[in-house]
């Protein structure tokens, strides 16, 4: 029998959306109390700090470019990081190819070497978590094929695009199918943690991190605020 | 009439709390595509990376150390910040002394230096704004002795000890009293800065942004899921 997981790691990337990071790893930093031998890698191409600002802005995804920015350190490359049980894909508007001539595909920059770290971590990961855009990074390895997923509703007429194969949700929370978890946008992460939590670690324990944390939980994966209709208008 | 709030500053200190900080500023990023000319200083006392993570943990908090912590980067220092409109204080376990002589007490290492930066500051600030137990750190420069204000109900037998002066509020999302803002603890700094962006800069910009951020907005600060029966009870 697999054991729970401990060994989490998070990909970082030029232009990676703050809350699609720090909302799940904070939860994990509060999981640290309750669960003994939990660790957490920021994983990225570099050692080097990382910004939540693109390299290039991807002008033509229809939103000026952000005028704030932050920088959060690495804790390993992708040669040095460890075997991990869980990684976790952030979203972030890196993840869009900046070249006009090529707006809203995946950045190949960005999304080529985590497509590879992915590769090289999934057969020994016992679960994959996406977050917002993250699913669509996600989704050009080719592992997601067949199975349920969502993503951002911001990109709902461009994520889908990547990678057809995949049967894209639009009106989830969260998906669940296999050992893939994927959020839909930006703050629905933070649920899907929650929700990963409980299943994991139980419901107590996840109930405790929450009251802790004062955060309300959006338990049902299926109940969507943003679902389809607001998707289709963007 | 003073114009709308431009100049933002988040404070930064080893033992900050994540979702503390990334919250709140995550929603000022997106704010930055609404409205032109935002700028955010994250401001420590020296330039160096911080972590999540105290100097020293304060093992007599009831609490034992989270084995996992993230780093960022400061944008600058006590010295060379700006003059700011809004100053933003984080809680987190670092503001409590780690000396077991002193438990519960602030840890004046932490504590006292962004006392001194809020007295500089304050005289120029438009607005004051504190989540989970920054409010007890920016208590103890006097400024909001007769005021309310609220914190983290974590620990509601401990912050408000450390200045009675301050008339603490035990079931509030958030606290608006003149120009300083109190939220609850850790994740309701974030409903807080989306009640600040809605009086700031309108319903509509709020909106969108919890739109595009895939966030559900708690608007009503007196309403409290974590109210003071858990508070009580910590």
Same mark, same amino acid.
């Given at each position: ?10 990909? +970082? ?8 990071? &720090? ?9 640290? @109390? ?7 890698s920021l994983i990225a191409e570099t050692k080097? $700090? ?5 390299? =290039?802005? !991807? =002008? ?10 932050? @920088? ?11 075997? +991990? ?9 890196? &993840? ?9 595909? $995946? ?5 080529? !070497? ?13 679960? +994959?978590? @996406? ?26 007429? *461009?994520?889908?695009?990547? #990678? ?5 949700? $639009?009106?989830? #929370? ?12 930006? &703050? ?10 409980? =299943?994991?670690?139980?419901?107590? *324990?996840? #109930?405790?991190?929450? *009251?802790?944390?004062?955060?309300? #939980?959006?338990?049902? $994966? ?7 209709? =607001?998707? +289709?208008?963007?």
């Amino acid at each position: 029998m697999e054991s729970t997981p401990k060994k989490y790691g998070v990909v +970082l990337y030029e232009g990676f959306q703050l809350i699609d990071v &720090c909302g799940p790893i904070d939860v994990l930093n509060v999981l640290t @109390t309750h669960v003994e031998g939990i660790s957490l890698s920021l994983i990225a191409e570099t050692k080097s $700090p990382i910004s939540t600002f693109p390299k =290039e802005w !991807p =002008e033509k995804m229809g939103m000026p470019p952000f005028t704030t920015s932050q @920088t959060m350190m690495p804790t390993d490359d992708f040669d040095s990081a460890p075997q +991990l049980d869980v990684l976790i894909i952030p979203g972030g508007m890196g &993840c869009f190819d900046p070249n006009p001539a090529n707006v809203g595909k $995946p950045n190949p920059a960005v999304v080529d !070497p985590i497509v590879k770290f992915i590769n090289k971590q999934y057969p020994k990961l016992q679960y +994959l978590i @996406t977050v917002c855009t993250g699913s669509g990074i996600a989704s050009q390895t080719g592992i997601m094929d067949g199975k349920k997923a969502t993503t951002f509703k911001g990109a709902w007429k *461009v994520i889908p695009v990547w #990678r057809p194969q995949v049967t894209w949700i $639009p009106k989830a #929370r969260w998906v669940v199918d296999g050992n893939i978890w994927s959020s839909s946008g930006v &703050c629905s992460g933070t649920d899907l943690m929650f929700g990963f939590v409980k =299943e994991m670690y139980g419901e107590k *324990v996840a #109930r405790d991190i929450a *009251v802790w944390m004062e955060y309300q #939980r959006h338990e049902d $994966p299926t109940a969507d605020p943003f679902g389809i209709e =607001e998707a +289709l208008e963007s």
